[in-house]
């Protein structure tokens, strides 16, 4: 079955740096890859997701990035701020087999002003 | 904006005893998802479900657990007996369609003593 591995575990930022946090997966089938933002005691919330079929996707100060031939795929944060201290998982799917999304250890951001 | 919403927020139980853990998905959602989280640890899959039917389980969603939809909004994950080791958050998704974003309810967290 499919394997996500998810680096950093921690990672902490000056107020204004990047953030990069990275995924790798092991099943080459899986084509949906989301990413979710933790606050302490709260829901899991989707902040950004990215297809097979595209390699790059921007929201603002977030884009996510997707390498299928590596089998890898990033998260990255620019200008960051208090309130992106945050776990943030990544997850990958394969939407045509299955429905379960398969998660990463996640990586606990903090970012400090 | 719509959420899925779970109760209780908080269960206590002892070991050995059933619980039923309730969500409500977001209304014209068809796919509703249990998944659990350990203290500090990933997010794991346990079960998928749509049509009246369970479309997906991990290894996890073993004899002691099940799932129903008892009435046009609940969706009820059972667990028969419970062990220790069940401690955990248990977050229930829902989505449109099987190739959606999955939304998270904010949690139940499940104490077994």
């Known amino acids: 079955g499919e394997n996500v591995e998810q680096h950093p575990s921690t990672l902490s930022v000056q107020e204004g740096d990047s953030a990069v946090i990275k995924c790798t997966y092991s099943?080459?089938?899986?084509?949906?890859f989301p990413w979710y933002k933790q606050e302490l005691g709260k829901r899991p919330q989707l902040i950004i997701d990215?297809?097979?079929?595209?390699g790059e996707k921007k929201d603002q100060r977030i884009a996510v990035t997707l390498n299928k031939t590596a089998k890898h795929f990033s998260l990255h944060i620019t200008e960051t701020q208090p309130e992106d201290s945050a776990v943030y998982f990544c997850?990958?799917?394969?939407?045509?087999?299955?429905?379960?999304?398969?998660f990463g250890k996640g990586t606990t951001l903090s970012v400090s002003s | 904006e719509p959420e899925v919403t779970q109760t209780p927020s908080h269960q206590v139980t002892q070991m050995g005893q059933e619980v039923i853990l309730r969500c409500v998905p977001i209304?014209?959602?068809?796919?509703f998802y249990w998944y659990r989280q350990i203290l500090g640890q990933k997010v794991e899959f346990l079960v998928s479900?749509?049509?009246?039917?369970?479309?997906?389980k991990s290894e996890i969603f073993d004899d002691q657990f099940s799932v129903e939809r008892p009435d046009g909004s609940n969706f009820t994950l059972k667990i028969r007996s419970t062990k220790l080791e069940d401690s955990a958050m248990y977050f229930c998704?829902?989505?449109?369609?099987?190739?959606?974003?999955?939304?998270f309810g904010p949690g139940t967290r499940l104490t077994v003593l």
């Open positions: 998704a829902s989505s449109v369609l099987l190739r959606d974003t999955q939304y």
């Open positions: 099943d080459s089938a899986s084509n949906y």
């Open positions: 990215i297809r097979s079929n595209v």
């Open positions: 997850a990958a799917s394969n939407n045509q087999a299955g429905t379960a999304l398969i």
């Open positions: 209304s014209n959602h068809l796919y």
């Open positions: 479900f749509y049509n009246n039917e369970i479309s997906e």
